[in-house]
């Protein structure tokens, strides 16, 4: 009980920010939490670039949904020849 009690003494501020400002670290969250999704899902993978390609195809917010299937074939095609 003590230590909870040291520790919340010592981290006073921080923890008042926390509730008083608007920033959050959600934002960031979200992506890091996609690429180590790919990165568990993507064990095995040859090279950094087939990695990478994934990692930027998956992340962009601009695909369209139709072209899904054509890209995600050449990519796992690209991964297993290379």
Do not use: C
């Given at each position: 009980?003590s230590?909870?009690?040291?520790m919340l003494q010592t981290?006073?501020?921080k923890?008042?920010?926390?509730?008083?400002?608007?920033?959050?670290?959600?934002?960031?969250?979200?992506?890091d939490?996609?690429?180590?999704?790919i990165?568990?899902?993507?064990f095995g993978?040859?090279?950094?670039?087939?990695?990478?390609?994934?990692?930027?195809?998956?992340?962009n917010?601009?695909?369209?949904s139709?072209?899904?299937?054509?890209?995600?074939t050449?990519?796992s095609?690209?991964?297993?020849?290379?």
């Amino acid at each position: 009980m003590s230590s909870t009690i040291k520790m919340l003494q010592t981290h006073h501020e921080k923890i008042h920010n926390t509730f008083i400002t608007q920033y959050s670290n959600g934002p960031l969250e979200g992506p890091d939490n996609k690429i180590k999704a790919i990165k568990r899902a993507s064990f095995g993978y040859r090279s950094f670039f087939s990695f990478r390609t994934r990692v930027l195809y998956f992340s962009n917010p601009y695909k369209k949904s139709s072209n899904h299937k054509v890209i995600r074939t050449f990519i796992s095609g690209f991964t297993n020849n290379s």
